[in-house]
Structure formats: structure tokens, C-alpha cells
DNA sequence: TGATTCATTGAATATTCATTCAATAATTTA
DNA sequence: TAAATTATTGAATGAATATTCAATGAATCA
């Protein structure tokens, strides 16, 4: 038998699971704190009894995403191409093993586009992995010949939102399955 | 000097416009009225003038949408990856001279997305070109040696995100150029 | 010109929704 | 077991926001 602790643990992560599951299929403010509460089976006040507000919510969410999306630069490869088929390949792996991931990732990509994003909020989710950090790796591939030419910051934009286009998609529908990591990071890939 | 009609008619397009920037960039249901009506310089009560709700405008939009960016699929190529090559420069070359379509593309992507959306409008939104009519041109790729191996709804839908993902980029900012056609065609392309 | 129609405003109203709260039930503690 | 703490509810409150409206000014018409 769980202890009230445990339970009230358990509750919360129900909670943070449904809201993200709505934040990302209809967008954090189309989504009512009834909607949230309706699908946990529970009220709104104790809903507001476990989260003080709905942005809070939201920061909370953000905050776990900012952990769990952290994904492992550091490594050395051979090629700048090698790179970019370990790092595709591992996301899509983690993906397909933690659909909620996937989830997480949309969030935390709508969280730093949006200008409706509250601004405390927004510079939590500004913090994770963008196309910078692509773009030294991008030119070492350009320089040893396992990128194709091309503006290094252009190269590194296409591949990083492709990815995200396709996190977008199966988010929300993980029928469609993912591509092989090959295909997307022939993207950058010189022929 | 312009006629009333001629004014009014060029006062609705500005408020489809602002409405437009303001959809792509917070999002329909984070947009308020009073922001739209703030960026066209106008009382809000002039705007209910014009549209007799957000919904109606937001409805508007999507129909422009359905008009605008219905891509003419019909023509004759010698092989499918032709298709796709010709179907991705002309999408971005269009993209590239006007930027409002950018925005109108991804608008429609939301729309028919989210689960916000309201039923009406996601009928409408719903009817332009989406995944399944790739899936045929890549399998007549796959017969003839063109398109790579692979499940042809998987593929198809691998590079349809990647265009939404690099277009709800480039919507909100074209500082970052578009990618060129090629690199995006290559996630079919056999190699 | 005088009358009529259209444009425009912003305050008033209505609606939707987050948040609070007082009351009750369940659980834990001593 | 009795007191104290925690969980739970849903109706009440309040804030934010869409929509209406009565009034005024500007343009058009006859």
C-alpha cells in the first residue's frame, strides 16, 4: 500500500503528464485547467491543491524538459558527419523508447518560439540545445569534407528544424514511426 | 484618391495581416483582439466592424490559406525524384518571394494540427495537400530506382515535416535563409 | 445644401476561465 | 479512540477578454 507521500508523488506526475499531453496537442493557452483537471478524474481546487497555477504548471514542465532533453555533445568522432548520425540516432532511439520525450521536446521548441510564452518561463526553455552549437561542427565537416558546402548557420537551421518538424509530428501520433537517422542527416551529408 | 470601398477593402487586408503575424507568432488562442486591433491602429469596436468575430477572421485566414498554397502537383516528370526536386524549389522559391505565404503555410499547419482548432475551420484547413499524395510518387520512385527504400509513408512524411519544421522557422524569421531544394530532396533521394 | 449612409470610438456588457474558499471526508498521529 | 492533518469537492469570486452599443464625426448622395 502506497504511502500518502507516494500517492500525492504519483497524483502530481499524472497531473504534469496530462497537462504536457494537451499543452502539446492543442497548445498551452488553449488549454483550460477543466480540461487538465476533467482528464485526471479530479477537481479543479485540488488540481490547485498540488500546483498553485497553471504557469506554474507550465515552468514545471518546461523545467523537466530543460533536464531530459539535455542530450550528450560531448564525445569525440572521427568526422563531423559522425556526429550528426550519433546524435540523430540517439534522439530517435530515445524517442521511440519515451514517447512522453517526444512530447517534452515540442513543448520545449513551442515554449522558446512563442511570444506567448511568459518571459521567465521562456528563458528556462532558451537554455537547451539550438543550432549554435551545430554550427562549429558544421564548418570542421565543411573543412574535412564529410559536410556539404553551404552557410554553415543555413546547413545547421535546416537539419535542426527538420528534426524538429518531425518531433512535431510524432508527438502526437506515434503511428507514423520515425524516419531513419541516414535519411535526415543526409541533410547535411556531402554527396 | 481612393474610394470608400477601395479603403475599406484595403483596412480589412491590413487587419487580416496583423491577425496573421499575431496567429503564427503566439498562436490563435493567445492572441487578443485588442492586440490585433493595437496593431492596425484601430478601436476595437471598428474592428468588430470588419469581423464579426476572431473566429470569422481567423476562418478568413484559413481560406486564404486553402487558396494560396494549393501547389499545382499535376505535371508530368520522367522520374519521381524530378517531382520532388521541382515540387520543393518552386514551395521554397515562393516561400522566398513572399514571406506572408511562409506565414500562411504555417497557419494552416497549425490549424489543421491542433486540437484548439474549431471543427469548421480544421475541415477547411484539412483539404490542402498533406503526406498522402507523396506516397504513391514515392513508390513509383522506389520501382524505378529513384527514391530510397523504405516504408513510402515514412518517407513521405520524413520529408513533409522537414519542410514544416524548416518553414515554421522561416515564417517568424527570414534572417535565416531557406535551405537550398536539394538538401531537403536528398531525405528521399536513393543514394 | 440637407439628408443619408458609413466610419469610428471606447465604455458597457457578456462570457469564459483561472483561482479561491468553506465545507466535508479520509487518513494519520498521539 | 480523539485530535490533527491532509485530500477532496464544486460553487463563488474575480480577472481577463470577446462582443455590443449608443453616440459622434466624416463622407457620399440627391
Not at 115 to 130: D, G, K, L, S
Not at 168 to 187: G, S
Amino acid at each position: 500500500m502506497p504511502t500518502r507521500k507516494e500517492q500525492k508523488e504519483k497524483r502530481k506526475q499524472d497531473i504534469l503528464y496530462a497537462a504536457l499531453e494537451l499543452f502539446v496537442s492543442k497548445g498551452y493557452a488553449a488549454t483550460k485547467i477543466t480540461d487538465i483537471a476533467k482528464r485526471v478524474n479530479m477537481s479543479v481546487g485540488l488540481l490547485f491543491h498540488y500546483f498553485e497555477s497553471k504557469e506554474k504548471l507550465y515552468e514545471e514542465l518546461v523545467r523537466m524538459g530543460l533536464e531530459g532533453t539535455a542530450y550528450p555533445v560531448e564525445q569525440s568522432y572521427d568526422h563531423a558527419i559522425d556526429f550528426f548520425a550519433q546524435f540523430t540516432t540517439q534522439l530517435f532511439l530515445y524517442m521511440r523508447q519515451q514517447p512522453v520525450m517526444a512530447k517534452l521536446f515540442v513543448l520545449m521548441a513551442e515554449a522558446q518560439r512563442s511570444e506567448a510564452t511568459p518571459e521567465h518561463i521562456r528563458e528556462i526553455a532558451i537554455q537547451v540545445n539550438t543550432i549554435e552549437q551545430f554550427v562549429p561542427i558544421v564548418q570542421w565537416g565543411q573543412r574535412e569534407g564529410t559536410i556539404r558546402e553551404g552557410d554553415p548557420p543555413v546547413i545547421s537551421n535546416a537539419f535542426w528544424c527538420s528534426i524538429q518538424g518531425i518531433m512535431e509530428q510524432y508527438a502526437t501520433n506515434q503511428a507514423i514511426d520515425l524516419p531513419e537517422a541516414d535519411w535526415i542527416v543526409d541533410i547535411v551529408r556531402r554527396r
